[in-house]
């Protein structure tokens, strides 16, 4: 769902296009050129509405009433916006429009819109939104003026009926000022709609573009903002963007998501490098015999490390021990390989499973026990195995499993145990009797007594097990190697995080 609105600009034309096709076309002619140069992905946006029946036959004729003689003033036919749908088609944008009546929905399906955009005053209009769900087609809803208690109406609405959507944080200001934008609502949807794309639309002045960079840098996938073309006949309203302002806003968004880059922690061999050079190296501070168990007091730190050399955050790590593999002079660079420590790589373990409950938002009783399950050894863990929380263990059990990224759990089986495992974070593949399973958080799967199953994760999990009465012996593994094992040797049981 969230990839088809990855990255997705939206231009809304501004008033209406001044209901004029050619100007329409004008408008789309800037906007497919700022979407060429910049190579994005954008639609262009117009509004449907069934003036016949939209408007009340008694305020056709009412010049007072707000917006209806802009609407009717600036009315097409369904030929003409069919030729501006083409055009635009023609120059690359996808064709998006907002309906505010059932008629319309109609229409876009009739004129077959790629995206039906909800507007937010139209948010809370359940028989529009439900002809809009039965269009097939995806939907963007604005929410300005709605409370979350309304919006978890709407995501309810939608993810129910099976409709690819996304939902746009919006202010009803015209224009926004920037102490009224609230832009921290876009962290706190994506958090409460994990599995909905959250973006942004703006209604702030047009040359305003260090709220695109705030939009994404809090989260947003996707932006939208009112554009148009002035003329000589045709001025802009106060939040609507002229393609120089537009160009600006697009680059300045481009560049954010660059900035943004990944989630995960990569460090570049550059960045490394550089870091390196201003670290201390580790240097015999006496003579040093082979075979000596270095200790603190034999050496001291200082700039320049050499290659392949330890630094003093290395020979000073947690539990870190080194001996030496021939003699030293004094002054002389150390060059030693940390000797493996079990401990050690389990307190790492440790740490990364709590850095990884914390992020998920899970939270662990101090009196829950938790099991280190090494089927091959601590020094393969992170290839094989699982970190497991015991949570509970009655007539009824629960248990939290804790997957490393690339990790994986081995072919078993239980005889007494029945369980269903709930995806809570992360990515999980699980083999039930020879099927593959690819679940996402919030899915479930029943594993019945004498079932072999494993799972795999590619960027780490976090599952819930909750299962009949778990039983020491009760797991038996396809692999004779694991199976001949002391469950003992296979396990590390730890007091708590």
């Given at each position: 769902?969230?990839?088809?609105?990855?990255?997705?600009?939206?231009?809304?034309?501004?008033?209406?296009?001044q209901?004029s096709?050619e100007?329409?076309?004008?408008?789309?002619?800037?906007?497919?050129?700022?979407?060429?140069?910049?190579?994005?992905?954008?639609?262009?946006?117009?509004?449907?509405?069934?003036?016949?029946?939209?408007?009340?036959?008694?305020?056709?004729?009412?010049?007072?009433?707000?917006?209806?003689?802009?609407?009717l003033?600036?009315?097409?036919?369904?030929?003409?916006f069919q030729?501006?749908i083409?055009?635009?088609?023609?120059?690359?944008?996808?064709?998006?429009?907002?309906?505010?009546?059932?008629?319309?929905?109609?229409?876009c399906?009739?004129?077959?819109?790629?995206?039906?955009?909800?507007?937010?005053?139209?948010?809370?209009?359940?028989?529009l939104l439900?002809a809009?769900?039965?269009?097939?087609?995806?939907?963007?809803?604005?929410?300005?003026?709605?409370?979350?208690?309304?919006?978890?109406?709407?995501v309810?609405f939608f993810s129910?009926?099976?409709v690819?959507?996304?939902?746009?944080?919006?202010?009803?200001?015209?224009?926004?000022?920037?102490?009224?934008?609230?832009?921290?609502?876009?962290?706190?949807m994506?958090?409460?709609?994990?599995?909905?794309?959250?973006?942004y639309?703006?209604?702030?002045?047009?040359?305003?573009?260090?709220?695109?960079?705030?939009?994404?840098?809090?989260?947003?996938?996707?932006?939208?903002?009112?554009?148009?073309?002035?003329?000589?006949?045709?001025t802009?309203?106060?939040?609507?963007?002229?393609?120089?302002?537009?160009?600006?806003?697009?680059?300045?968004?481009?560049?954010?998501?660059?900035?943004?880059?990944?989630?995960?922690?990569?460090?570049?061999g550059g960045?490394?490098a550089?870091l390196r050079?201003?670290?201390?190296?580790t240097y015999?501070?006496?003579?040093?015999?082979?075979?000596?168990?270095?200790?603190?007091?034999?050496?001291y730190?200082?700039?320049?490390v050499q290659?392949?050399q330890l630094t003093?955050?290395?020979?000073?790590?947690y539990?870190?021990?080194?001996?030496?593999?021939r003699?030293?002079a004094?002054d002389?660079?150390?060059?030693?390989v940390?000797?493996?420590d079990?401990?050690?790589?389990?307190?790492?373990?440790?740490h990364?499973?709590?850095?990884?409950?914390n992020?998920?938002?899970?939270?662990v009783?101090?009196?829950?026990?938790?099991?280190?399950?090494?089927?091959?050894?601590?020094?393969?863990?992170?290839?094989?195995?699982?970190?497991?929380?015991?949570?509970?263990?009655?007539?009824?059990c629960k248990?939290?499993?804790?997957?490393?990224?690339?990790q994986?759990?081995?072919?078993?089986?239980?005889?007494?145990?029945e369980?269903?495992?709930?995806?809570?974070?992360?990515?999980?593949?699980?083999?039930?009797?020879?099927?593959?399973?690819?679940?996402?958080p919030?899915?479930?799967?029943?594993v019945?007594r004498?079932s072999?199953?494993?799972?795999?994760t590619?960027?780490?999990?976090?599952?819930?097990?909750?299962?009949?009465t778990?039983?020491?012996?009760?797991?038996?593994?396809?692999?004779?190697?694991?199976?001949a094992?002391?469950?003992?040797?296979?396990k590390?049981?730890?007091?708590?995080?």
């Amino acid at each position: 769902m969230s990839e088809y609105f990855h990255k997705l600009f939206i231009f809304e034309m501004a008033n209406n296009h001044q209901g004029s096709v050619e100007h329409g076309k004008r408008i789309i002619d800037a906007m497919a050129d700022i979407a060429k140069k910049h190579s994005i992905r954008a639609g262009i946006k117009f509004q449907f509405r069934d003036l016949d029946t939209f408007i009340h036959p008694r305020f056709r004729n009412d010049t007072n009433a707000k917006h209806i003689s802009r609407f009717l003033g600036t009315r097409l036919s369904r030929e003409q916006f069919q030729e501006m749908i083409a055009y635009a088609r023609s120059r690359g944008l996808l064709a998006i429009s907002t309906p505010f009546d059932e008629a319309s929905v109609d229409q876009c399906t009739e004129q077959d819109i790629d995206i039906i955009k909800v507007a937010s005053c139209s948010a809370m209009d359940w028989p529009l939104l439900d002809a809009v769900s039965r269009s097939g087609k995806p939907v963007i809803i604005s929410t300005a003026g709605v409370q979350f208690s309304d919006i978890d109406k709407i995501v309810s609405f939608f993810s129910h009926r099976g409709v690819t959507f996304a939902v746009l944080h919006c202010v009803g200001m015209y224009p926004a000022p920037d102490t009224e934008l609230n832009l921290d609502i876009i962290p706190r949807m994506i958090k409460r709609y994990p599995a909905i794309p959250i973006g942004y639309s703006g209604h702030e002045a047009p040359d305003n573009t260090h709220v695109a960079i705030a939009a994404v840098s809090k989260g947003a996938m996707l932006l939208e903002r009112h554009v148009g073309v002035p003329t000589d006949g045709a001025t802009l309203n106060a939040y609507s963007m002229n393609p120089q302002q537009t160009d600006a806003w697009v680059q300045a968004a481009k560049l954010a998501w660059e900035m943004a880059g990944s989630n995960e922690k990569i460090v570049p061999g550059g960045e490394a490098a550089s870091l390196r050079s201003l670290m201390r190296g580790t240097y015999a501070r006496t003579a040093i015999k082979a075979g000596q168990v270095l200790r603190p007091e034999d050496v001291y730190f200082a700039m320049p490390v050499q290659e392949g050399q330890l630094t003093s955050g290395e020979f000073g790590g947690y539990r870190a021990v080194f001996a030496a593999s021939r003699d030293y002079a004094p002054d002389e660079p150390i060059y030693e390989v940390q000797k493996e420590d079990p401990v050690l790589l389990a307190r790492e373990v440790i740490h990364q499973a709590q850095g990884m409950l914390n992020e998920a938002g899970i939270h662990v009783g101090d009196d829950s026990t938790i099991e280190l399950s090494h089927h091959y050894g601590m020094e393969r863990f992170r290839e094989v195995g699982a970190v497991i929380v015991n949570i509970i263990n009655r007539e009824y059990c629960k248990k939290l499993i804790i997957m490393l990224p690339g990790q994986r759990h081995p072919l078993h089986q239980h005889e007494r145990k029945e369980e269903t495992f709930e995806l809570l974070s992360g990515d999980l593949e699980v083999q039930l009797d020879g099927a593959i399973t690819r679940m996402i958080p919030g899915d479930r799967l029943l594993v019945k007594r004498n079932s072999s199953h494993s799972f795999f994760t590619k960027e780490g999990a976090i599952f819930e097990e909750i299962s009949t009465t778990h039983y020491k012996g009760d797991s038996f593994y396809e692999d004779k190697e694991i199976s001949a094992l002391d469950p003992m040797q296979r396990k590390t049981v730890v007091a708590s995080f």
